[in-house]
């Protein structure tokens, strides 16, 4: 697995090549190590992790094994079905034929089951506990997907290593929204449309604010708008629009 991936990885922090080691990987030039578990890459620790992005590392660990039945649940009660609601911000991806598909913040995976079968799909997120979820999703589901945890700030891939790039939940909590916007950005190939979808006000204050299991970690007074004025100026086609019965928005735009 590692072998096929060495061409597109980089120290997140140093941006520096990696080269291979019998635990995972390594930068050549400062030693740091970034070690393999469960065939998914770590590039980070928890020691490492501070403000808002620890707060909700700890709390998708925490509710990562009740995530795909609940929101199924409730997606079948709001929306009608999980398909119907992944449709609405899964069709502006622009996918083609053995494309490399990432999904920044990728959770327990459950984005992918809708997408094309002759992709390379890869995810990435902040949560080793929805990682571990997101590989039994796909043995389950008889999907391949290479998984790394790593948060969106600091992403361990090359520049223009992916056709498509996208995300869903998690930007408005974020440390930094601008830098991980960047990446997501620097990432992906010159043309292609980049998706970014997460939750209004509106199911902030509505249903995790009231929900007892996660209204503990919402009651800070945070920006939960589209950070559309953190896209920068000379990107294409940017475009945004409410989905979801007013749920979720959805932001996107094409590198030039």
Known sequence: MIEDLIDILQDPYTKDNLVLTKQGVKNPNNSMQYQLEQDMLQFIQKADIGGNNKKYLTLYDRIARLYNISNKIYFKFKFGGEKNYRNEFLSELEIEPNDKVIEISVGTADNFRFLPKNIKLYGLDISLGMLKQAKRHLKKWKLQAKLFQGTAEFLPFKDESF???????????FNDKQKAIHEMIR???SGSKIVIVDETEELVTGTYQKNPVTRN???????????IQLVPGHMQAIKYKEICKGLMYCLTFRKP
């Open 163 to 173: 056709d498509v790039v996208y995300h869903v939940g998690g930007i408005n909590y």
């Open 187 to 189: 990432i992906a190939k």
């Open 217 to 227: 970690f919402y009651k800070d007074d945070v920006d939960i708008s589209a950070p």
